[in-house]
């Protein structure tokens, strides 16, 4: 059977608020870090702790102190919002700068004459890319095979592609004895 691995909507609201309350133990010094009314931060807590089904807070007019619910929800759910919030950042600063794997999938023949000459120089250029090279003459289809880009002699690409030319037209031209070419013609 099909494990449902679907996280339920709205199952993290309120954890930014809760987290704010139990470290400033204030519905209103909370309210005022995160810019909102202490009635909104009021009605957060009090949605989260009826998805939750517990009280997480002990108010009263002078103090908020956390419930052992809410010590338990705060020991498990602080480390879980620092690691989303570091994978956010994450993934944020990955489109700042040039950094990550990229996958390129060449053509046997274009490793030597194209690429030799300026890997070396783009590694020392880009050091946060770890560069994945795959040399084939089979066309791998670029998406399917989880490429980023793709190198291609001639004109055969996959019209869902973005093509740009690197190099001038090449010559081919075919070399042989005068008595192979007499042979075989």
Request: charged content about 20%; some cysteine; proline content about 5%.
């Amino acid at each position: 059977m099909k494990q449902d691995l679907t996280i339920p909507h709205g199952v993290l609201d309120g954890i930014e608020a809760f987290l704010r309350v139990a470290e400033r133990r204030s519905f209103s010094a909370a309210a005022s870090d995160l810019g909102v009314s202490p009635s909104a931060i009021s009605q957060t807590i009090k949605s989260l702790e009826a998805r939750v089904g517990s009280p997480l807070f002990m108010r009263t007019t002078r103090s908020v102190g956390l419930t052992q619910a809410g010590e338990m929800f705060l020991e498990r759910a602080a480390p879980a919002y620092a690691g989303l919030a570091d994978a956010y950042e994450a993934a944020r600063n990955l489109g700042n700068r040039p950094a990550g794997r990229l996958r390129i999938n060449l053509m046997r023949g274009a490793v030597q004459p194209m690429f030799e000459p300026i890997i070396a120089g783009f590694c020392d250029t880009y050091p946060e890319i770890e560069l994945e090279i795959f040399a084939d003459d089979a066309l791998s289809d670029l998406s399917a095979g989880g490429f980023d880009a793709g190198v291609r002699m001639g004109e055969s690409l996959d019209a869902d592609v973005i093509a740009v030319r690197l190099t001038g037209p090449f010559r081919f031209v075919v070399a042989g004895t005068p008595a192979y070419f007499a042979k075989y013609g």
